[in-house]
């Protein structure tokens, strides 16, 4: 089950967290067997009240930053027009029927511990007011089109997020995750928003690379994924 946080700027008290487990339990019958319990990415201070709780560090995200009139990102987003891109590869809007091929890719990508269904996928689309979802697509044939990479981009009033960026595993290195990237820092600048924030696990070194090129730049803050096994409760 997870459990995110509406508003990351709230600390929870330990009586809230407690009450939300209670809850997620209680709720766990018939068909549904709920083990353990993950967080969304925390910063440092809720994180504190979840360890608290009994929660583990999962895993612990680097978070980045590019502001969009940053040169270095101003370059790439120029650069964008003139990289070399095979004929039948682009970039599309990712349709809702494409959402179970997409989550295959991104459980490839992720594995299964950390990938994300088709579910989830739709859900993290509604987490901010505006969003898109785009793909990069083979195309095979005249009708028929084969996803190789996703992303998933969102804006508030001023802040853009890229909310979750997958490649599949035999096309990585080829571009993909770049032009995805490029094309959502145009859309937040279409929007007049001043930044975008990414995060990524601190072992993804390909990731950090790649958002690093193109004018994103390390915050001072981790972000934490915090898990609960339950069944002992």
Request: proline share 2%; aromatic share 6%.
């Amino acid at each position: 089950m997870h459990l995110s946080l509406a508003d990351d700027s709230v600390v929870p008290s330990h009586d809230e967290i407690e009450r939300w487990i209670r809850t997620i339990v209680g709720a766990a019958t018939g068909a549904m067997e709920v083990s353990t319990i993950r967080t969304s990415a925390l910063f440092p201070s809720s994180a504190a009240r979840f360890r608290e709780a009994g929660f583990v560090v999962a895993d612990t995200l680097e978070l980045l930053r590019a502001e969009l009139d940053d040169a270095q990102v101003q370059t790439s987003l120029g650069s964008s027009a003139g990289a070399s891109t095979p004929s039948n590869v682009s970039t599309v809007s990712l349709r809702t029927r494409e959402f179970d091929a997409a989550a295959r890719i991104d459980q490839a990508a992720f594995g299964r511990r950390w990938g994300h269904d088709a579910a989830e996928l739709d859900q993290i689309r509604f987490a901010t007011p505006r969003f898109q979802a785009r793909a990069r697509v083979e195309r095979r044939g005249f009708l028929r089109r084969e996803l190789v990479a996703v992303a998933i981009a969102g804006a508030s009033s001023e802040h853009g997020y890229l909310q979750r960026l997958s490649v599949r595993p035999d096309q990585q290195g080829r571009g993909h995750g770049r032009a995805l990237t490029i094309d959502a820092l145009h859309w937040m600048r279409r929007r007049h928003l001043r930044d975008c924030l990414v995060n990524t696990s601190v072992d993804n070194g390909a990731a950090l690379a790649l958002y690093r090129s193109v004018g994103f730049r390390s915050m001072s803050d981790r972000l934490e994924v915090l898990e609960l096994d339950v069944r002992d409760r």
